[in-house]
């Protein structure tokens, strides 16, 4: 059965459409079938997308659609859908209408955090959409967050310290979301990628990308266990 994610958080730039190229070249690497709706209307993912067709390196496995409405996100899912294992949406980065479609058909949604108020305010909002959207329609779709454009120094920072606790401060409030133990840190090579060089995935193994792999291949790991066991809580 296709199983549908989606990287949600209601600010601009917080690192959705890396998270998603990043995730999908792994899981292709699995040998899993990916389809990449780009519900954005800056459309990163879209513009990445046609980067690589122009650099010959379109990567194996996986597609790239487009979808800015309701209905044309309905129909991606389930007409486009079916053909894939996965299918990872990258949702409008600033509050929408959307967003509760996107939501709705998710069995699970990530959201970016970096180390800033407002990216832990965005993740906030992100959470309480999920469990406001569980609650009306019964449903059960996961939350967990993932901290991203982390550097040495930058743990030094109060509000990197703080993202434990304002996670921790959701579960206590009986929201139903998790902090990921992986950590994507700033690298060079998660910006060059960017730029239509396919996936990470497909890069030669050089050291800063060989530690690059080791993180994402950990990331997709914790989000596959942390899916299928079902547990939530607080996790750094």
């Known amino acids: 059965m296709t199983r549908t994610y989606a990287a949600v958080s209601n600010k601009g730039g917080a690192g959705k459409t890396t998270l998603v190229t990043l995730l999908a070249g792994e899981y292709a690497l699995r040998g899993e079938r990916v389809l990449l709706i780009d519900a954005d209307n800056r459309q990163n993912l879209s513009g990445w997308w046609r980067l690589c067709a122009e650099k010959n390196s379109v990567p194996d496995h996986i597609e790239v659609t487009?979808?800015?409405?309701?209905?044309?996100?309905?129909?991606?899912?389930?007409?486009?859908?079916?053909?894939?294992?996965?299918?990872?949406?990258?949702?409008?980065?600033?509050?929408?209408?959307?967003?509760?479609?996107?939501?709705?058909?998710t069995d699970l949604v990530i959201s970016p955090i970096q180390p800033a108020i407002k990216e832990l305010e965005a993740a906030g909002q992100a959470v309480a959409a999920v469990n406001e959207i569980n609650d009306q329609f019964?449903?059960?779709?996961?939350?967990?967050?993932?901290?991203?454009?982390?550097?040495?120094?930058?743990?030094?920072?109060?509000?990197?310290?703080?993202?434990?606790?304002?996670?921790?401060?959701?579960?206590?409030?009986?929201?139903?979301?998790?902090?990921?133990?992986?950590?994507?840190?700033?690298?060079?090579?998660?910006?060059?990628?960017?730029?239509?060089?396919?996936?990470?995935?497909?890069?030669?193994?050089?050291?800063?990308?060989?530690?690059?792999?080791?993180?994402?291949?950990?990331?997709?790991?914790?989000?596959?266990?942390?899916?299928?066991?079902?547990?939530?809580?607080?996790?750094?």
């Open 138 to 236: 019964g449903l059960n779709i996961a939350h967990f967050n993932v901290r991203t454009r982390i550097s040495v120094p930058g743990r030094n920072l109060e509000a990197y310290r703080y993202i434990r606790p304002f996670v921790a401060g959701l579960v206590a409030a009986q929201y139903r979301t998790l902090l990921l133990d992986t950590e994507l840190f700033e690298r060079n090579i998660y910006r060059e990628i960017q730029n239509g060089l396919g996936t990470l995935q497909m890069q030669d193994l050089t050291d800063p990308v060989r530690k690059a792999r080791a993180e994402v291949q950990g990331l997709v790991e914790e989000i596959e266990q942390r899916r299928s066991s079902r547990t939530f809580g607080d996790a750094a």
């Open 66 to 105: 487009v979808a800015s409405t309701q209905r044309s996100i309905e129909q991606a899912i389930d007409n486009l859908g079916r053909a894939f294992d996965l299918v990872i949406i990258d949702a409008p980065g600033v509050d929408s209408s959307l967003l509760t479609t996107i939501i709705h058909c």
